[in-house]
């Protein structure tokens, strides 16, 4: 009798956690591609949202980053051999 | 070292990039994507180019901590900007791809919010190199072990976790057409980020020189 009272709870335990992973693992999302297919040849696409400004924005924004740290690091680097210079010819103007 | 290597690594990246583009252009569009997964040829180099600044980083942030090595810093410094910049293109161009194939600029599914919070952690690293004051190196270099230990994580994501990201079995199982325009992309990916490194890495050479000038002037 007293081992049967604790194990009376077994089968409700045994319930709830399938009624909770039953929604849970329902609401997971689809499973994703593991591989990429090309198009068939000679077969015609039709697309919805036309991808051709998001293809060219992808590419756009790489340059336009790439370009711009290239520019600010051309700026540093300028800026601190310009501080270098003025401070060595500061230099020998005072041991002169 | 740095400065002898620039011209070629140059060269190299933009003979590269101008082969890549080229077969980009030739390459197949997807059958379920069509012309958006181009973007794919950009996009995964893009974090390819992210971790290796990060384990540059993390290797010469070991050095920093372990030796105190002044031109570890310099490489860990530069690895941590370029992690930013090339975490920066990744995570902009991922949302143009997701915007056609999901239907959503952004989800918060696991892969993009640890690949979001990774790029966050080598932000903090450079905020704290700016702000952080004396001794910033070494704190810098802790946050940076900390962003190295966890990438690997952040790349496999997509394999233990149910997303919407593609997995990382897609790479091998690429056909020709497009397997070899994702090669030379990422080689030129590959030679952009050493070209960027080692002018961040001369530039980091040249404020230590003008810092030790104005030591010596001072003094």
């Given at each position: 009798?007293?081992?049967?009272?604790?194990?009376?709870?077994?089968?409700?335990?045994?319930?709830?956690?399938?009624?909770?992973?039953?929604?849970?693992?329902?609401?997971?999302?689809?499973?994703?591609?593991?591989?990429?297919?090309?198009?068939?040849?000679?077969?015609?696409?039709?697309?919805?949202?036309?991808?051709?400004?998001?293809?060219?924005?992808?590419?756009?924004?790489?340059?336009?980053?790439?370009?711009?740290?290239?520019?600010?690091?051309?700026?540093?680097?300028?800026?601190?051999?310009?501080?270098m210079r003025a401070l060595e010819q500061k230099a020998q103007t005072?041991?002169? | 070292?740095?400065?002898?290597?620039?011209?070629?690594?140059?060269?190299?990246?933009?003979?590269?990039?101008?082969?890549?583009?080229?077969?980009?252009?030739?390459?197949?569009?997807?059958?379920?994507?069509?012309l958006v997964q181009k973007i794919f040829y950009f996009h995964l180099?893009?974090?390819?180019?992210?971790?290796?600044?990060?384990?540059?980083?993390?290797?010469?942030?070991?050095?920093?901590?372990?030796?105190?090595?002044?031109?570890?810093?310099?490489?860990?410094?530069?690895?941590?900007?370029?992690?930013?910049?090339?975490?920066?293109?990744?995570?902009?161009?991922?949302?143009?791809?997701?915007?056609?194939?999901?239907?959503?600029?952004?989800?918060?599914?696991?892969?993009?919010?640890?690949?979001?919070?990774?790029?966050?952690?080598?932000?903090?690293?450079?905020?704290?190199?700016?702000?952080?004051g004396p001794g910033s190196d070494k704190l810098a270099a802790a946050?940076?072990?900390?962003?190295?230990?966890?990438?690997?994580?952040?790349?496999?994501?997509?394999?233990?976790?149910?997303?919407?990201?593609?997995?990382?079995?897609?790479?091998?199982?690429?056909?020709?057409?497009?397997?070899?325009?994702?090669?030379?992309?990422?080689?030129?990916?590959?030679?952009?980020?050493?070209?960027?490194?080692?002018?961040?890495?001369?530039?980091?050479?040249?404020?230590?020189?003008?810092?030790?000038?104005?030591?010596?002037?001072?003094?």
């Amino acid at each position: 009798m007293a081992i049967r009272r604790p194990l009376r709870g077994v089968p409700t335990a045994v319930l709830t956690a399938w009624l909770i992973a039953v929604p849970a693992l329902a609401q997971q999302p689809p499973g994703t591609a593991s591989e990429y297919v090309p198009v068939p040849e000679g077969s015609i696409q039709t697309e919805q949202l036309p991808a051709a400004p998001l293809l060219i924005a992808a590419y756009a924004f790489f340059i336009a980053v790439v370009v711009l740290y290239v520019w600010t690091l051309g700026r540093r680097l300028t800026k601190v051999e310009t501080e270098m210079r003025a401070l060595e010819q500061k230099a020998q103007t005072g041991r002169r | 070292m740095a400065k002898s290597l620039l011209a070629p690594l140059a060269a190299a990246t933009v003979v590269l990039f101008a082969i890549a583009l080229v077969l980009i252009a030739q390459a197949p569009p997807e059958s379920t994507m069509g012309l958006v997964q181009k973007i794919f040829y950009f996009h995964l180099p893009s974090w390819l180019g992210m971790y290796s600044a990060i384990f540059t980083c993390g290797v010469a942030s070991i050095l920093v901590l372990a030796k105190g090595s002044a031109v570890a810093d310099r490489f860990a410094v530069a690895g941590a900007e370029l992690a930013v910049l090339f975490g920066a293109n990744g995570l902009v161009t991922g949302p143009l791809w997701a915007r056609k194939a999901w239907g959503v600029w952004w989800t918060w599914e696991v892969r993009l919010v640890s690949a979001l919070l990774l790029w966050l952690v080598f932000v903090a690293y450079l905020i704290v190199r700016r702000y952080a004051g004396p001794g910033s190196d070494k704190l810098a270099a802790a946050v940076a072990l900390f962003g190295t230990a966890v990438s690997p994580f952040v790349y496999i994501s997509v394999n233990f976790w149910r997303t919407m990201h593609p997995k990382t079995t897609v790479l091998p199982t690429l056909p020709t057409s497009m397997g070899v325009p994702m090669l030379f992309s990422c080689l030129a990916f590959m030679a952009l980020f050493g070209t960027l490194l080692a002018i961040r890495v001369r530039l980091a050479e040249r404020e230590t020189a003008l810092d030790a000038l104005y030591l010596a002037y001072e003094d």
